[in-house]
């Protein structure tokens, strides 16, 4: 048998050892893969037991992970509910041990807004302290600090500028035939 692991992207060619134990082969890799890069497994042969080999070369091209990447929010740019929490759901499960305030923060003209943040599989939880403020711009800041809950960060840093909502709602009383006035 014979395995090659290629980067595709420099066609540098990365050491790797095999074994066999039951029936299962094992590829191990002599050095760390970089991040985020493409890459081709070739096995160009294997003989069984029983002398059967494989039809044609088996090829697996790949590419190895960054760190955590947001798939979505759960709020858009403007008209913001100042009540609302904001989740973040990622693409891959995060570490819950991590100090999460070193990579996400929810930020004002002002500075940094109070709350909780909390991380639970993939998203993460953003819980004002208090209420937003009407009619305000605020920033959501993910570093490339946040972690996969295998310990790989990178390629995480993502900000989304938003706007809470700016109209009011309220009733200024009833009409002549008893319905409610809304005033905005």
């Keep these: 048998e014979s395995a090659i692991l290629i980067n595709t992207e420099n066609q540098i060619e990365h ?110 939880t953003i819980n004002p302290v208090s209420n937003l403020g009407s009619c305000t711009s605020y920033n959501i800041t993910v570093n490339n600090n946040l972690q996969s809950k295998y310990g790989v960060s990178g390629d995480s840093a993502w900000s989304m500028q938003t706007r809470t909502i700016c109209q009011q709602i309220f009733s200024i009383g009833t009409s002549v035939q008893g319905r409610s006035l809304t005033a905005y």
């Design 15 to 124: 050491p790797i050892s095999t074994s066999f134990i039951d029936g299962n082969i094992t590829l191990t890799l002599e050095t760390e893969l970089l991040r985020s890069t493409n890459f081709t497994l070739t096995i160009e042969n294997i003989i069984s037991t029983d002398g059967a080999t494989l039809s044609e070369p088996y090829i697996l091209n790949f590419k190895t992970s960054g760190g955590p990447k947001l798939q979505s929010a759960s709020i858009g740019n403007y008209k913001v509910n100042p009540s609302s929490s904001i989740t973040l759901t990622f693409d891959v499960e995060l570490d819950q041990s991590q100090s999460i305030s070193n990579s996400v923060s929810l930020t004002d003209t002002s500075g940094v807004v109070a709350s909780n943040i909390s991380i639970q599989n993939n998203a993460i």
